[in-house]
């Protein structure tokens, strides 16, 4: 018996990185999950995985930023488990550069994926989670939330998902729904390695001279975060809401 057994989760970007790894995690713990991305590959090869570990899954295409894709995502995945009890916003992207050479596509491309996206994913699985009063909304926020070079978007979108959730736990509460945000620092993913590379820098050599300046002395890996969102999804945490937990190694 896994703790999440009978529960179905809807996972943005889950088709790689954080996201594949905590579909994944969920799996483990029985949950039943739609693998929402808009790379189907990387979905139907999560789905492949989840089977694998003894749990159903289900593949979506979802543009977060997109109001009607979002909502038929989700109905998509009620239809076919005929509930959904956990959502977690994980979809995102980067397109770091320094304020002055910043443009408004790189804002606007970080602020949809991240914020607006949370917005209406969450948006839409309350009108579902409401009704059945049980629910977890899980967001994934970052260090980078407290300020960052060069991540004067990312670094923003971020902040707003700690309100978003804050006010969520707030509204939701009374309904049996909870709301927390888990912001991880440095965490090896295909993603960190592409900023590495196009930084100039060795992929390798940066986790290691990262690793340096961490309390536990290694990056995270995305199963580390993957490992704390399974909690608040789980009765465990019950009484924990409006939550922002780092997983960075160390105190940020």
């Not at 890996?221 to 704390?228: E, G, I, K, S, T």
Request: a neutral charge.
């Amino acid at each position: 018996m896994g703790k999440l057994d009978g529960r179905v989760a809807f996972v943005t970007g889950a088709g790689r990185g954080i996201g594949a790894a905590t579909a994944l995690r969920l799996a483990e713990d029985g949950a039943r999950i739609v693998v929402a991305d808009i790379d189907t590959d990387g979905s139907q090869q999560v789905v492949a995985e989840i089977e694998k570990v003894g749990s159903q899954a289900l593949a979506v295409a979802c543009n977060v930023t997109e109001k009607d894709a979002v909502e038929a995502a989700i109905q998509q995945g009620v239809d076919h488990f005929g509930q959904l009890d956990i959502l977690v916003n994980n979809a995102g992207v980067t397109r770091d550069n320094l304020l002055f050479k910043m443009t408004d596509d790189d804002w606007e491309t970080v602020m949809n994926v991240h914020l607006r996206g949370a917005f209406l994913c969450s948006r839409a699985a309350q009108v579902h989670m409401v009704k059945q009063k049980y629910g977890r909304i899980i967001s994934l926020s970052s260090t980078s939330a407290l300020g960052n070079r060069g991540q004067s978007n990312y670094s923003t979108a971020k902040a707003g998902l700690q309100g978003l959730t804050r006010t969520l736990a707030i509204e939701l509460g009374p309904f049996g729904i909870t709301a927390n945000a888990v912001a991880p620092g440095f965490i090896d993913t295909e993603m960190t390695r592409a900023t590495a590379r196009r930084m100039g820098f060795d992929p390798q050599e940066r986790i290691e001279a990262a690793s340096k300046a961490i309390p536990v002395r290694r990056v995270g890996q995305p199963r580390d975060v993957a490992n704390v969102i399974n909690f608040l999804a789980s009765e465990e945490a019950s009484y924990v809401s409006g939550q922002i937990i780092y997983v960075a190694g160390g105190p940020r």
